[in-house]
């Protein structure tokens, strides 16, 4: 019995059935693009993440850069989250809310971005160190 299927993103999704699925070029290309979006993002955040910088401008410049480029935040409405990153200031592991905290000098900050582009999730996080 064949437990493996080549499916679209669309298909994945829909279809939680516990089959490994396994994609083919066409998916590759798609989590390449979704991938090279999220690495984009956070490389030019790296003038942004500067002392007196709010974690929620950091957010909207998030929003802004992955709309622009045809994507969508995936957390931005997932189970009610009002953000399109998350941002863990310090001793906060992860998943920190972005507000209108400002980022002091010698803080570190991880920032969590996931854009999706045609279905596929573009999903990772980098550390910044502020000042």
Known sequence: MNQYAVVTAEEAYQSRDGVIKL???EGFAGM?????LAAE?????????????????????????????GGVPATLGYRGYTHSC???????????????????DGDIVNIDVTPIIDGWHGDTSRMYLVG
């Open 23 to 25: 994609h083919g070029e």
């Open 32 to 36: 390449r693009a979704a991938g090279r």
């Open 86 to 104: 998350c941002t863990s200031i310090n001793h906060v592991i992860c998943h920190g809310i972005p507000s209108d905290k400002k980022l002091r």
């Open 41 to 69: 993002i956070l490389d030019a955040l790296v003038p942004h993440v500067v002392p007196g910088v709010t974690t929620q401008e950091i957010d909207d410049i998030v929003r802004e850069m992955t709309i622009r480029a």
